[in-house]
Each structure stands twice: as C-alpha cells, then as structure tokens.
T-cell receptor
Framework: NAGVTQTPKFQVLKTGQSMTLQCAQD?????MYWYRQDPGMGLRLIYY???????DKGEVPNGYNVSRLNKREFSLRLESAAPSQTSVYFC????????????FGSGTRLTVV | GQQLNQSPQSMFIQEGEDVSMNCTSS?????WLWYKQDPGEGPVLLIA?????ELTSNGRLTAQFGITRKDSFLNISASIPSDVGIYFC?????????FGQGTRLTINP
C-alpha cells in the first residue's frame, strides 16, 4: 500500500540551480496535484493534472513547470531555484472530481540558499 | 490569494479539554473537508461535508457545514495527546481543493 510516493524527502539547492521533484501514485487515480505549504499560508495549489496528458496552472505556478509522464507519475520542475521557493511540497492524487478522495504524499522539504 | 480564513491560527490547551476551530469564506463552496497533518507527513482526511447544515461526527470529532455554505467548524471533544498537529479546512471549487491557513494544536499533558 504505497499510495503516493514523493522523492526526495529533503533537498538543499543553491539559488539558480534546477531540480525535479518526483511523484508517483499506485491507486489508478486520474488526477494529480502539486501543492506548496508555507507557514501561515496553508497549502496552495501550484499545478494540477486532471487526467493523463493534461496539465493546468493553479494559484501559484510562477517559477515551476510540470510533466504528467503517464497516469502514475507527475513531476514538478524548478528551472532556476529562488529562496522564495523554500517550502514543503506535497503531491496528491484522486479520482477525477472526487475531492474527498485526495491522498497526499509525505512531502519534500526544499531549502534554497 | 488565500480564500479561506481559518481561526484560530494556534491553540495551546490542556489534555482533556474540548477544542473548536472554524473556517469562513467570502464565496460559496459545495463541499467542505477537514484534514489533519502530523509532523513530517501529508494531510489526512478527517471529515467530509456535502450539504448545507450537515452535522457529521467521527469519534470525538464533530464538524458542521454552515447554512450559507460559506463556513464550517470542527470540534474535538476530550482532547488527547495524539490530537496534536495542524488542522486544515478545505473547500471544493471546480474539482479542486482550496485550503485554509491551518490551526496548529498543542496539548499540554
């Protein structure tokens, strides 16, 4: 019962470096999401993929790109990391339209120095 | 920007006390949900509410979907140490979830 798996769990980047956060789910979910969590801000949606082959911007997409590689995998890329992107990143998945069925990964803690 | 206003932002209580937190919005949601996040983990769903006025319980947790569809509250009765964590409200909009800022609950034994 892996659910949603995120890698890596921790990462430190220098300003300007790039990296890709990986997310995979094994529940046959259609929809996948990337959120960031900052103190006092709750979780804010970065990008989502309603189904394989589609991606859309969320509330805070600037500085990020995503790829829905297949039904299982949804990656988040930072092309040129900035200190403002220091955050905890969560991936989630669900069956289409079933908001009560969101399953979250355990998060990636990213620090940009 | 943030569309859900959750309060209080933090609570410090004694074990055994009851807890109440709420969430308000300037716009209507069709579904309200409450999540709990343990340290180092992702949020986990506690209660989902689908109808205005609905009152739902899950053990010591009780949540209500406001009549106006713009608010919800969560009560925890007789708190225990494992209730420590961050609680988030979330509303459904266009098949996506919008989250509140979270309420951090700390319990003194």
């Amino acid at each position: 019962n892996a659910g949603v798996t995120q890698t890596p769990k921790f990462q430190v980047l220098k300003t300007g470096q790039s990296m890709t956060l990986q997310c995979a789910q094994d529940m046959n979910h259609n929809s996948m999401y990337w959120y960031r969590q900052d103190p006092g801000m709750g979780l804010r949606l970065i990008y989502y993929s309603a189904s394989e082959g589609t991606t859309d911007k969320g509330e805070v997409p600037n500085g990020y790109n995503v790829s829905r590689l297949n039904k299982r995998e949804f990656s988040l890329r930072l092309e040129s990391a900035a200190p403002s992107q220091t955050s905890v990143y969560f991936c989630a998945s669900s069956f289409s339209g079933e908001v009560y069925g969101y399953t979250f990964g355990s998060g990636t803690r990213l620090t940009v120095v | 920007g943030q569309q859900l206003n959750q309060s209080p932002q933090s609570m410090f209580i004694q074990e055994g006390e009851d807890v109440s937190m709420n969430c308000t919005s300037s716009s209507i949601f069709n579904t309200w949900l409450w999540y709990k996040q343990d340290p180092g983990e992702g949020p986990v769903l506690l209660i989902a509410l689908y109808k205005a006025g609905e009152l739902t319980s899950n053990g010591r947790l009780t949540a209500q979907f406001g009549i106006t569809r713009k608010d919800s509250f969560l009560n925890i009765s007789a708190s225990i140490p494992s209730d420590v964590g961050i609680y988030f409200c979330a509303g459904q909009r266009s098949q996506k979830l919008v989250f509140g800022q979270g309420t951090r609950l700390t319990i003194n034994p």
